[in-house]
């Protein structure tokens, strides 16, 4: 599945491990703010993906560790 969809699967450096941190984080985010926090919509619009939430994650949504800008406005 990862080919098809063009994404490269990745392994975390052994211990201690900051990348795995990272990850954690994102995965966390996802959840938080994608999934969990989203009134109930059906299954079809979550097995699309998370790709409208991370573009307004990306490019709308201000994160107040940057200065309430966000995050594409620091490329």
Do not use: C
């Amino acid at each position: 599945m990862a080919n098809e969809h063009s994404i490269t699967l990745k392994k975390t450096r052994p211990l201690p491990s900051q990348t795995n941190g990272e990850v954690e984080a994102v995965n966390w985010t996802l959840q938080r703010e994608w999934t969990y926090l989203r009134p109930s919509r059906p299954n079809t619009e979550h097995q699309v993906g998370p790709q409208p939430f991370v573009g307004d994650y990306d490019y709308a949504h201000p994160h107040t560790a940057i200065g309430n800008q966000p995050p594409a406005s620091r490329r």
